[in-house]
């Protein structure tokens, strides 16, 4: 099958994507990566076909990635500034990667990609959807906590019922949003449909959930065909998973650290959470390794000891299981590399499925949260001293992850798309 792969996201967003070309390659399948333009040097040396598809994302503007990780107002900003002013050319692009220089015989769409069921819908290619996180189906029966909103995924212990009136309020606040996708449907002649942020951009045929079952359990509101498939784990550097030199040489002379990362796109928002994990990590005495990126504003500003190594990138799947703990922004692929290494979390959740992920470890017991307004020097360090102090804490943690290495979500959500593909 020639499979045209597509969503417009983070590394978080696209990381899974490209674990499953990969695989579907080997299959002896056709995979086509259509994606913003800043992905094809990853993607290229993998010996992937791509195509670009608009937006592009700009890691510089740091004021846009600042704006889509407000707490309150990111996801807003991230739909109606970044998405939809140029969703005619998403739809273009796509169209083209799906039909030239010939046409796809299946689409997989990330959900942020809001012109592909209307691609799927004027070709007649059949297709199937996926998600990341379990806040992404709103279920009324394992209500989300929604950012800057936490109170209201609590009131649903409180109040039975209540995850409805959440449901409800979370269609009526956005309603306004989705009116650029209703307008290109009328463009293209179609009705108006389901509604774009919570129903249609789900597949009537296929809904791939590529994420533990740890992290949410189906319910009975979620769309039809949904199938849980354990995550699906990419983190490699256009194919180089190694680690950078520095950082293997401290990895090597000491105790496990504990590592600070905000992942790939918060790294761009970070304020002064590095400077605040230093001087916590100094005031314990303890190793630490911060991940900082490539944003000169992440620089330290003042020197720091031998017990505390900068690097730019690590891939997780090999750093982190060599540390005692992580501490991170609650990305869903960050989250997940966490459970796999079995490491306990102590969760900063800045916007978007990040509350809600970390409100799901903190109810697995492997991870506690701390908000960004209270993300203080000493806060953290007798937050991190306790939790380093805790045995039971890293032995759940060591039980889920030796759980998730029972799942093959790689397998399970290519063996579905096969079976789609022959149907």
Known sequence: MRIVLSNIGTYGDTN???????????????????????????????????????????????????????IKHGTEHGLRDFLFPVLRQTYDDLLDAATKPERADLLLLGELNYAGPLVAEV???????????????????????????????????????????????????????????????RELGLPKGAHPLFDAKHSPSLVLALFSSVLGEEQKDWPAHTLITGFCYYDADAGNQELPANLEKFLAAGPPPVVFTLG????????????????????????????????????????LPESVCVAEYAPYSELFSRAAMVVHQGGVGTTAQCLRAGKPMLIIPFSHDQPDNARRMKRLQVAQV??????????????????????????????????????????????ALEKLGRR
């Open 123 to 185: 070709t007649g290619i059949p297709w199937a959807s996926y998600v990341l996180a379990p806040l992404s189906f709103f279920s009324a029966f394992d209500p989300p906590a929604l950012p800057g909103y936490p109170w209201l995924a609590r009131a649903d212990q409180t109040i039975p019922g209540f995850g409805r009136i959440i449901k409800q309020v979370t269609r009526l606040v956005s309603r306004k949003w989705p009116e650029p996708i209703y307008a290109l449907r």
């Open 264 to 303: 790939s796109a918060a790294v761009l928002a970070a304020g002064d959470f590095y400077e605040v994990s230093a001087e916590a990590a100094i005031r314990l005495g303890i190793r630490a390794v911060l991940l900082i990126g490539t944003d000169p504003r992440n620089q330290l500003k003042t020197a």
């Open 370 to 415: 701390i908000q960004r307004g209270s993300y203080t020097p000493w806060r953290v360090a007798r937050r991190l001293k306790a939790m380093l102090a805790d045995p039971l804490l890293a032995q759940r943690a060591e039980s889920v992850g030796k759980q998730l290495a029972g799942e093959d979500g790689l397998r399970a959500a290519c063996d």
């Open 16 to 70: 899974p994507l490209i674990a499953l070309a990969l695989e579907l390659k080997r299959r002896g399948h056709v995979p086509v990566m259509a994606l913003p333009a800043v992905y094809e040097p990853k993607i290229r040396p993998l010996g992937l076909e791509f195509h670009a598809v608009r937006p592009d994302i700009d890691p510089t503007n740091t004021l846009l990635v600042e704006m889509i990780y407000d």
